[in-house]
């Protein structure tokens, strides 16, 4: 139960300063000082800060929410289980809105591996909501497609939304009512997919 707890603040200590500095900027015995153990403990749990990251956005990410989602909304309507999603997309985003910035504003000086993490972890998201449309083909709701394309297009649908509101234009120049726009892009999405 103790190396659970050490494991879970070294994880929410990584979260804190790749958010705060970057994977580059952030530094194992910073992170160390910040979860309360010592370096070589850090090093006991994580064989290095590429893994550790690796693990902060394995566990930080929206891909265990997602997969967490799929038998909740396994029986849905479609609108409903869509309007879900895009809303807990919207949510983790917002939530790491901090890391996403800094990653995005250095992701060009990141080290090869570091880049094979993030777009693992962004196609394994693609990848899960695709495997819920393929359900829903065969279930003949939906028009036949290419479930990865539709999987891109409608979270990159949410992710231009947060990228617009909350990176770019900050919360001072906010007019656009977040439920209202999910309900449109949603709504938009429906009637290019659904039979």
Same mark, same amino acid.
């Given at each position: 139960?103790?190396?659970?707890?050490?494991?879970?603040?070294?994880?929410?200590?990584?979260?804190?300063?790749? =958010?705060?500095?970057?994977? %580059?900027?952030?530094?194992?015995? !910073? $992170? @160390?000082?910040?979860?309360?153990?010592?370096? /070589? &403990?850090?090093?006991?749990?994580?064989?290095?800060?590429?893994?550790?990251?690796?693990?902060?956005?394995?566990?930080? =990410?929206?891909?265990?929410? %997602?997969?967490?989602?799929?038998? !909740? $909304? @396994?029986?849905?309507?479609?609108?409903?289980? /869509? &309007?879900?999603?895009?809303?807990?997309?919207?949510?983790?985003?917002?939530?790491?809105?901090?890391?996403?910035?800094?990653?995005?504003?250095?992701?060009?000086?990141?080290?090869?591996?570091?880049?094979?993490?993030?777009?693992?972890?962004?196609?394994?998201?693609?990848?899960?909501?695709?495997?819920?449309?393929?359900?829903?083909?065969?279930?003949?709701?939906?028009?036949?497609?290419?479930?990865?394309?539709?999987?891109?297009?409608?979270?990159?649908?949410?992710?231009?939304?947060?990228?617009?509101?909350?990176?770019?234009?900050?919360?001072?120049?906010?007019?656009?009512?977040?439920?209202?726009?999910?309900?449109?892009?949603?709504?938009?999405?429906?009637?290019?997919?659904?039979?």
């Amino acid at each position: 139960m103790k190396a659970r707890g050490t494991r879970d603040r070294i994880l929410e200590a990584g979260l804190r300063a790749f =958010s705060e500095k970057g994977y %580059l900027g952030a530094t194992t015995k !910073e $992170i @160390a000082v910040k979860a309360g153990v010592a370096e /070589l &403990t850090l090093f006991r749990h994580f064989s290095s800060k590429e893994k550790l990251f690796e693990e902060v956005i394995k566990n930080y =990410s929206f891909l265990p929410a %997602l997969k967490g989602l799929l038998p !909740e $909304i @396994a029986e849905m309507t479609y609108k409903d289980a /869509l &309007t879900i999603i895009a809303g807990r997309f919207l949510e983790t985003l917002t939530a790491r809105k901090d890391m996403i910035q800094i990653m995005h504003s250095e992701m060009h000086r990141y080290p090869r591996k570091i880049h094979k993490v993030y777009h693992g972890f962004i196609d394994g998201i693609i990848r899960t909501l695709a495997s819920y449309f393929t359900a829903m083909q065969k279930k003949k709701v939906l028009k036949e497609f290419d479930a990865e394309s539709g999987a891109r297009a409608f979270l990159g649908m949410f992710f231009s939304y947060f990228h617009v509101q909350e990176l770019m234009m900050g919360k001072r120049y906010r007019s656009v009512d977040t439920d209202r726009t999910v309900r449109e892009f949603v709504k938009i999405f429906i009637e290019g997919t659904a039979k």
